[in-house]
């Protein structure tokens, strides 16, 4: 069993920045890779990034290339999301995933954190 608790959500405005935390506990978080989603309102749940068991390899959806930087700090079981040039299209409930793959997301998931820009 994993548990996995998202904070650093908020109230931003466009353009600005804001850094997501994952913190997990129960079994092995080193060797998982992990993910971010998120979920608009009315809209599915969709990929935001992944990051492989070292930090090595990471992958974006399109939509936040360039803008998002996701990382993990093994020794903290965390990882992050750094979020900068927000806007209100990135507006949604932020989850972590671990077991993230390429094809579907992993079996656990947080509780979610808000985030929300403003115009």
């Known amino acids: 069993q994993v548990q996995l608790v998202e904070s650093g959500g908020g109230l931003v405005q466009a353009g600005g920045s804001l850094r997501l935390s994952c913190a997990a506990s129960?079994?092995?978080?080193?060797?998982?890779?992990m993910g971010w989603f998120r979920q608009a309102p009315g809209k599915e749940r969709d990929f935001v990034a992944m990051?492989?068991?070292?930090?090595?390899?990471?992958c974006y959806a399109d939509s936040v290339k360039g803008r998002f930087t996701i990382s993990r700090d093994n020794a903290k079981n965390t990882v992050y999301l750094q979020m900068s040039s927000l806007n209100v299209e990135d507006t949604a409930v932020y989850y972590c995933?671990?077991?993230?793959?390429?094809?579907?997301?992993?079996?656990?998931w947080g509780q979610g954190t808000q985030v929300t820009v403003s115009s």
């Open positions: 990051i492989n068991w070292n930090g090595g390899n990471t």
């Open positions: 129960g079994r092995t978080f080193s060797g998982a890779a």
């Open positions: 995933n671990a077991g993230t793959t390429i094809l579907r997301p992993g079996a656990y």
